[in-house]
């Protein structure tokens, strides 16, 4: 169930700990601390590049399955679908970058918990 909960947290990008404040203040830039239970973010230095794997794992598996699939098909000509994956690679991972720090964080969240976590049966 734990489990659940913070995978939501984190689609929603919301604060992994209480659920309640948001993550990211614009597009790039993430809040320092949640506004509402005070959870600091970034709990190191370097602690997000984690994300980086997230994102480009997600983006090379998604790739990987598709344009194989297209091309033995034969839903597009050879270069158009070099052109699409050339799109999808370049966009993709800039749209899912907030959705891989979030998830970063989550899994930060579920495997190391901090103190005050609400609404999962821990520390309530």
């Not at 598709?66 to 799109?87: C, D, I, K, Q, W």
Request: overall charge positive.
């Amino acid at each position: 169930m734990r489990y659940w909960i913070i995978l939501g947290r984190s689609l929603r990008l919301r604060c992994p700990v209480c659920g309640r404040g948001k993550l990211f203040r614009d597009w790039l830039s993430m809040h320092p601390n949640c506004q509402h239970c005070g959870a600091k973010f970034e709990r190191e230095p370097g602690f997000f590049l984690g994300s980086i794997y997230v994102n480009y794992g997600l983006t090379a598996l998604v790739v990987a399955i598709a344009y194989p699939l297209l091309m033995f098909n034969r839903v597009l000509s050879h270069e158009a679908l070099v052109g699409v994956t050339l799109a999808f690679v370049v966009l993709f991972p800039l749209w899912f970058f907030r959705y891989a720090r979030a998830l970063w964080l989550g899994f930060d969240q579920y495997w190391d918990p901090r103190p005050g976590e609400v609404g999962t049966g821990k520390g309530e």
